[in-house]
């Protein structure tokens, strides 16, 4: 069974995409095509995940499409986002810069879709000789609900990401 986080990283590549940050997912398994601007890379680094109540149960829902009550069952969750730049080596990283503005700018002056960002960080920008790439290291952190959906039966019928209630 899945634990939904593949579903993360398309999330956040398709929300940076639908700002102006061309973004991708890490370990697509398949081959890239090379790219002439920056590109952030998508992964999932860590999930910290702790109950949310009595055996993970949030309670029912009315599945109106249905026309049936669903049990929700989930996690409150801390995941480290990697959401590092990639950059042909030219010039003398100006590219790299840039596009970690615009990076900061969706994240930090949008709204991640189920996630509440917490943390914001980024390192140097470095050579990196096995991509031959321009490389600068950004980390999120971001608190979310894992969410499962059983059926009638009991069995997991579905898998989403939550957004935290914000106080």
Same mark, same amino acid.
């Given at each position: 069974?899945?634990?939904?986080?593949?579903?993360?990283?398309?999330?956040?590549?398709?929300?940076?995409?639908? /700002?102006?940050?061309?973004?991708?997912?890490?370990?697509?398994?398949?081959?890239?095509?090379?790219?002439?601007?920056?590109?952030?890379?998508?992964?999932?680094?860590?999930?910290?995940?702790?109950?949310?109540?009595?055996?993970?149960?949030?309670?029912?829902?009315?599945?109106?499409?249905?026309? /049936?009550?669903?049990?929700?069952?989930?996690?409150?969750?801390?995941?480290?986002?990697?959401?590092?730049?990639?950059?042909?080596?030219?010039?003398?990283?100006?590219?790299?810069?840039?596009?970690?503005?615009?990076?900061?700018?969706?994240?930090?002056?949008?709204?991640?879709?189920?996630?509440?960002?917490?943390?914001?960080?980024?390192?140097?920008?470095?050579?990196?000789?096995?991509?031959?790439?321009?490389?600068?290291? %950004?980390?999120?952190?971001?608190?979310?609900?894992?969410?499962?959906?059983?059926?009638?039966?009991?069995?997991?019928?579905?898998?989403?990401?939550?957004?935290? %209630?914000?106080?």
């Amino acid at each position: 069974m899945s634990a939904g986080l593949e579903k993360v990283r398309r999330a956040v590549a398709d929300y940076l995409n639908g /700002r102006g940050v061309p973004a991708v997912t890490a370990w697509p398994g398949r081959a890239r095509q090379e790219r002439e601007e920056p590109v952030v890379a998508v992964s999932v680094r860590g999930c910290k995940a702790g109950p949310a109540g009595f055996q993970n149960y949030l309670g029912e829902r009315y599945d109106g499409e249905t026309g /049936r009550w669903e049990e929700r069952y989930g996690r409150r969750a801390e995941l480290t986002l990697g959401l590092d730049i990639y950059a042909p080596e030219k010039g003398d990283g100006e590219a790299v810069q840039a596009a970690f503005d615009a990076l900061a700018g969706a994240l930090l002056l949008g709204s991640l879709p189920g996630l509440d960002l917490q943390e914001f960080s980024c390192g140097q920008t470095v050579w990196d000789s096995e991509n031959r790439r321009l490389k600068r290291p %950004v980390e999120a952190v971001c608190t979310a609900w894992l969410c499962a959906v059983t059926d009638g039966g009991g069995a997991f019928s579905d898998f989403e990401l939550r957004g935290v %209630v914000k106080e």
